[in-house]
């Protein structure tokens, strides 16, 4: 637990950066901290790791004012991730990894052992990315190093400002969804500071939204968007707008030889997880522009869809989440299957999508109306005139 109690920040010139700041972060969770530029979110969350000391107040971990720590074992004890990265150029990705755990005096063999797991888990096999150097990798890949350095002294407490905020969108989405991942897994208490709220309200247990100084409102995602607080927070949030169907365009003749279903899917359908709330699942698929969801579990099993009616007529029940509205799957397909075996459901379902499943019925895929189009379009490029 982390507690901010009366904090105050004020600078030699008058400036009041932060004003009776009173926070309870709750150990295991991850807490969002967002808000305009210049609103004091980076401000406060390097006062947990004594970057900046407060002009009044105290902050607590676990019930100890830190201020009675030793402020550079204090930050060895807690990671902490940036925009920038901060990567050793002339280290290569083992020794980043390794450069607290060598401070901490850690055995080789376990260093080495740490090296390899956390690379492992962030999807960089350690037999190809131990040796090189952060210049042979792509930023998103660099990135990826950033946030295991900071796991790699096992700390508690993880803080994230911005990470993700020089990324490309592509990059950046497959990071949140990575951390998210992780933290199922690793359950560390993350602070991480954004001024994207579809980022906030995608990976946060807890947003904390601040203004000129000040904590505005605090909540889950699911709190925040369905009681904004005031006119500030309503219009920081934005207004939501659903995407309306597609007309259904089939295609059910080919000339020559079937594509496998893996040819036609796409990898990366929009999902989300069981215990989701109804007002964030909204959100979602307004970013995405989609109109329903496919809900999985935290190892991508295939547990059902909910379409966005079913979501809406629950929307007044703030005790309802995804797993309350979803409806199962009838009918899926392998990524070996021919294509025209989701085409022909999808025809005489009238279906906007077929989920696409290994044989553990974890989700690998879809095959959606818009890989249908992008397929014809290549196969039958006379269809865009048709189109």
């Known amino acids: ?8 920040k004020r600078y030699a010139d008058g400036f009041q950066a932060l004003k009776d700041i009173n926070l309870d972060l709750e150990a295991g969770k991850i807490h969002v901290f967002i808000g305009p530029s210049g609103c004091g979110k980076s401000t406060t969350m390097k006062h947990i790791n004594r970057l900046i000391t407060p002009t009044e107040g105290k902050v607590f971990i676990d019930g100890e004012d830190i201020t009675a720590v030793n402020p550079v074992q204090l930050r060895r004890k807690i990671g902490y991730v940036i925009q920038n990265i901060g990567l050793f150029p002339h280290m290569t990705i083992a020794e980043n990894v ?34 090189r150097f952060p210049g042979e990798l ?10 295991i350095r900071a796991l790699a002294a096992e700390p508690d407490i993880i803080l994230m400002d911005e990470p993700f905020s020089a990324l490309d969108p592509i990059s950046r989405e497959q990071l949140q969804d990575e951390l ?30 601040m203004k000129a100084g000040e904590v ?35 295609f059910t003749n080919f000339d020559e030889g079937v594509p496998s ?3 036609v899917m796409i990898d990366k359908p929009v999902t989300a997880a069981p215990q989701r709330g109804l ?11 989609v109109d329903s969801l496919i809900v999985v579990d935290k190892h991508r099993k295939l547990l059902g869809y909910a379409p966005i009616l079913n979501v809406l007529g629950h929307i007044s029940d703030e005790t309802k989440v995804l797993a309350d509205v979803m409806q199962s799957f009838t009918f899926s397909v392998k990524p070996e299957d021919p294509f025209t075996a989701a ?44 189109l």
């Open 1 to 8: 637990m982390i507690r901010f109690e009366k904090v105050y």
């Open 98 to 131: 390794a450069v607290v755990p060598r401070l901490l005096k850690w055995d080789e063999i376990k260093i080495q052992n740490k090296v390899n797991e956390l690379l492992s888990l962030v999807n960089l096999p350690p037999e190809t990315y131990r040796n």
């Open 138 to 147: 792509s930023g998103g890949q660099q990135q990826r190093v950033g946030v």
């Open 180 to 209: 998210t991942n992780l933290q199922e897994n690793i359950q560390k208490t993350i602070v991480f500071v954004t001024h994207d709220m579809d980022e906030a309200i995608k990976i946060a247990d807890n947003i904390v939204l």
């Open 216 to 250: 505005i409102q605090v909540g889950t995602p699911e709190q925040i968007l369905r009681h904004p607080a005031n006119d500030f927070v309503k219009e920081f949030i934005g207004k939501k707008r659903l995407v309306e169907h597609r007309e259904n365009t089939m």
């Open 261 to 263: 279903v893996r040819e």
């Open 279 to 289: 007002a964030s699942s909204l959100n979602l698929m307004e970013q995405r522009r």
């Open 343 to 386: 085409l022909e459901y999808m025809g005489q379902n009238n279906a906007p999508y077929v989920p696409v499943v290994n044989e553990e019925n974890i989700l690998v895929g879809a095959v959606t109306r818009g890989s249908i189009v992008r397929l014809m379009s290549e196969v039958y490029p006379v269809i865009e005139e048709v």
